[in-house]
């Protein structure tokens, strides 16, 4: 987010397009929820903004509590904003930003690149038992000025005009030749077959019954092949091999590895399925990045797999480059080292932001996770579990965590089945990306202690003598250190 955003916020004396004003903000209150989703989405929808919360209408401070807020996890607003939007892809960051010496909290909020739609309704109870509603289902929501507002027409053509110019840039620079077709030519599709999507050595056909027509290389060799096949939309049965689906990743990433181009529901299709995944570093490094540097998603099956020096370069760039989303992810690594490296790790943003009234939220987060080590086992503490936590998993009886630490077998077959769930885009995404990344650290989390020693180690040598980045050092990440 540009600071220059967030600092107009601080000095507005009245809401915009891009502003918001919230006199207060308690994370138990689902009506205030459902007022702030809609805001976020439609902010999101409008180009992007910044919700500012404890600042009355007049731009004046409230004076409310903001404790709550100022300790919320980003994951849990994208978990929110998904559970009615069936979307994981909205970005957004915490400020902790201080007015008048007074600390305030602030949302800020990307572009969509797709407006969200609600997919559920927004009703919540008001006064005198009625109901009252934040927006409907089937609902698309801009910024008219300083309101929320359903979408009117131009916002609709707004939206078509936009993805129109994007697809047209999208096809030029993807244009090598425009020739046309010889008179009489036709193209078919056909349905695949076992005896094609089997064979192993090369094969010569037509796509035609015309003898004349010309011959075309079925082949896995590249070196082959004069032009690549792209579809936009494949059928269901191309994805049931974990290999077609990573070989369909590689083509839509345009040739390199390094990049996870497919939905974020195909990657949890691929950690459902993670013991089948052959190993190749650069995939498994692929996979790695796209979990803690992308998507907030369970991930440390590949990390158990990778040279140490893999992982410990993935979570440095947490820290170099930090988004608060995916900077928990460190988070959680960090505590589930133990609390002498979360103490080291916490001194080295000390020493950064020691003198600074405006402190990322992430510095908040790990002090308190630092504590909550003095009384849980560093595995509960990553997971996120407390002592008494007990959870109906679907199909399953509620269990304690004391027991659930005992039964590897038993997390994984959690874990697994939360990213069949989020896979299928079945019911309560939310809840299931939420017990994913949970259960992934109940699952490895025994594994990734056994290389505690190397892994400080060598996070210690990557991050020596080097700084975090600002709140905002993701907008100026270098093209080399994105995916």
């Given at each position: 987010m540009d600071t220059d955003l967030l600092n107009k916020a601080l000095a507005a004396k009245k809401e915009s397009r891009s502003i918001e004003f919230k006199e207060q903000f308690?994370?138990?209150?689902?009506?205030?929820?459902?007022?702030?989703?809609?805001?976020?989405?439609?902010?999101?929808?409008?180009?992007?903004?910044?919700?500012?919360?404890?600042?009355?209408?007049?731009?004046?401070?409230s004076g409310a509590d903001l404790s709550k807020a100022a300790k919320l996890d980003p994951a849990v607003i994208a978990d929110k904003v998904s559970a009615v939007t069936g979307r994981t892809d909205l970005v957004t960051e915490i400020h902790l930003l201080k007015k008048s010496n007074v600390q305030l909290v602030a949302f800020s909020i990307q572009p969509a690149s797709i407006p969200f739609i609600f997919e559920k309704g927004g009703t919540y109870d008001a006064t005198k038992g009625e109901k009252a509603q934040a927006f409907a289902k089937g609902t698309?929501?801009?910024?008219?000025?300083?309101?929320?507002?359903?979408?009117?027409?131009?916002?609709?053509?707004?939206?078509?005009?936009?993805?129109?110019?994007?697809?047209?840039?999208f096809w030029m620079s993807?244009?090598?030749?425009?020739?046309?077709?010889?008179?009489?030519?036709?193209?078919?599709?056909?349905?695949?077959?076992?005896?094609?999507?089997?064979?192993?050595?090369?094969?010569?056909?037509?796509?035609?019954?015309?003898?004349?027509?010309?011959?075309?290389?079925?082949?896995?060799?590249?070196?082959?092949?004069?032009?690549?096949?792209?579809?936009?939309?494949?059928?269901?049965a191309l994805f049931e091999d974990i290999n077609n689906l990573l070989e369909t990743n590689l083509l839509l990433a345009r040739g390199t590895a390094k990049k996870w181009a497919m939905p974020p529901a195909s990657y949890y299709a691929v950690y459902a399925r993670r013991t089948e995944v052959p190993y190749s570093r650069e995939t498994y490094r692929t996979l790695l990045e796209t979990a803690f540097l992308e998507c907030y998603s369970p991930?440390?099956?590949?990390?158990?797999?990778?040279?140490?020096?893999?992982?410990?370069?993935?979570?440095?760039?947490?820290?170099?480059?930090?988004?608060?989303?995916?900077?928990?992810?460190?988070?959680?690594?960090?505590?589930?080292?133990?609390?002498?490296?979360?103490?080291?790790?916490?001194?080295?943003?000390?020493?950064?932001?020691?003198?600074?009234?405006?402190?990322?939220?992430y510095y908040q987060a790990l002090q308190d996770m630092k504590k909550k080590l003095e009384r849980q086992s560093s595995i509960a503490v990553a997971a996120q579990f407390s002592p008494s936590w007990h959870k109906i998993i679907k199909g399953q009886s509620s269990i304690p965590l004391a027991d659930l630490l005992k039964s590897n077998s038993l997390c994984q077959n959690v874990l697994t089945t939360s990213c069949r769930e989020v896979a299928t885009n079945g019911r309560d995404l939310a809840k299931y990306r939420q017990l994913a990344r949970q259960f992934d650290y109940l699952s490895y989390g025994d594994d990734i202690l056994r290389q505690r020693t190397e892994l400080t180690t060598e996070i210690m040598r990557a991050l020596s003598g080097r700084k975090s980045g600002a709140l905002d050092a993701t907008t100026d990440m270098p093209d080399e250190d994105r995916l």
């Open positions: 308690d994370p138990d209150s689902r009506p205030q929820w459902l007022e702030i989703i809609k805001d976020i989405v439609a902010m999101a929808n409008s180009g992007g903004g910044v919700l500012l919360f404890g600042i009355n209408d007049d731009g004046d401070i698309l929501y801009f910024r008219h000025g300083a309101k929320s507002e359903p979408a009117s027409a131009a916002d609709i053509t707004n939206v078509f005009e936009k993805h129109l110019r994007r697809e047209k840039r993807n244009m090598r030749k425009v020739t046309a077709a010889p008179t009489g030519s036709v193209m078919i599709a056909v349905p695949t077959t076992d005896a094609m999507s089997s064979f192993k050595d090369d094969a010569t056909v037509r796509a035609t019954n015309n003898p004349r027509a010309p011959e075309v290389i079925l082949t896995r060799d590249k070196t082959k092949t004069k032009g690549t096949f792209l579809h936009e939309k494949v059928s269901d991930g440390l099956y590949w990390a158990t797999k990778l040279p140490v020096s893999d992982f410990a370069d993935t979570l440095a760039r947490l820290y170099l480059f930090p988004r608060t989303r995916d900077t928990h992810s460190l988070l959680r690594v960090a505590v589930l080292l133990g609390s002498e490296f979360a103490g080291w790790l916490f001194s080295l943003w000390v020493a950064q932001w020691k003198n600074s009234a405006q402190k990322p939220s």
